[in-house]
């Protein structure tokens, strides 16, 4: 039985052991504590279900981001722009 | 209702990835997308006294990179004098004459399906919006820059268990969010 108490999960951490999972960053033993809890407990299987759907709807998405530097450089064109229309508008 | 005013100070942290999606799949070329959206901020900032307060701050910056995009078609075709249309035509040679048997092969990805794409990861930063910045910030960098969970945990000082936890959190969120029109 000290086995099984081992693995006991509650649905809290089947949850974030879920989002890990989907990342691929859950290890084995994780792994199989998730499939045991996931078999006992139906709203842990809906959960995953959608994690699940919007991991792949994530990925359908293709999201890009800017880099740090690619912001960086907005914002010193904005700066310059800005300064630029300032002294204009003080000439007028 | 909440009145919408313009901040152009967190323009750049709030939008650029957003104008950075809707432009990249129009454009194509990240150097271009980059000029567009440093135009789009810069004519934003200069035209700021138009805004009214109807839409929301995105929505307007969305109108006025709309109207810088359609201007670099222009740029760029102004040369040729007109858009060029280029259309193959059938050699005699091969089989099937039919201009149905010329089209593309469907299995491809057609620009529709990039598009509706694009309108997707819109919808999630849209949603993500919606989420406090810690959470989106930590989101985003492991979901779409891709960021190890060892580098976050360091860099916003919390351990890989709360990592977990907020990311399960935003996902949570935006699940509901976009549960109306994707799910």
Not at chain 2, 35 to 61: C, H, P, Q, V, Y
Not at chain 2, 81 to 97: C, I, L, T
Not at chain 2, 102 to 128: F, H, P, Q, Y
Request: aromatic share 8%; glycine share 4%; proline share 1%.
């Amino acid at each position: 039985m000290k086995g099984l108490s081992l693995m006991k999960l509650s649905c809290a951490e089947a949850a974030s052991l879920c989002t890990k999972a989907e990342y691929r960053e859950a290890n084995l033993k994780e792994k199989l504590r998730l499939k045991l809890h996931i078999y006992l407990c139906r709203t842990c299987k809906d959960y995953q279900h959608n994690n699940k759907k919007l991991s792949s709807l994530l990925k359908k998405a293709n999201l890009k981001s800017c880099s740090s530097s690619e912001k960086e450089n907005f914002r010193k064109k904005m700066n310059n722009g800005n300064s630029q229309a300032s002294q204009e508008q003080k000439k007028h | 209702m909440e009145e919408n005013v313009l901040n152009p100070d967190k323009w750049v942290d709030r939008y650029a990835d957003y104008l950075f999606n809707y432009t990249i799949v129009r454009v194509n070329d990240r150097e271009v997308a980059n000029d567009i959206i440093s135009e789009t901020f810069l004519a934003g900032l200069n035209s700021m006294k138009n805004f009214k307060g109807d839409a929301t701050e995105r929505t307007w910056l969305i109108s006025i990179l709309k109207r810088k995009i359609i201007d670099h078609y222009r740029r760029i075709n102004s040369g040729k004098g007109q858009a060029e249309v280029k259309m193959n035509f059938p050699n005699s040679e091969d089989e099937g004459d039919w201009l149905e048997e010329k089209v593309a092969d469907l299995s491809d990805m057609t620009a529709e399906d990039r598009m509706e794409n694009t309108e997707l990861g819109l919808a999630i930063l849209e949603c993500l919006d919606q989420l406090n910045e810690k959470q989106a910030q930590i989101f985003k960098m492991k979901t779409i820059d891709g960021i190890d969970t060892e580098t976050i945990c360091n860099e916003f000082n919390i351990s890989p268990s709360n990592l977990w936890v907020i990311i399960h959190r935003a996902r949570t969120s935006l699940a509901k969010c976009l549960e109306k029109n994707w799910f």
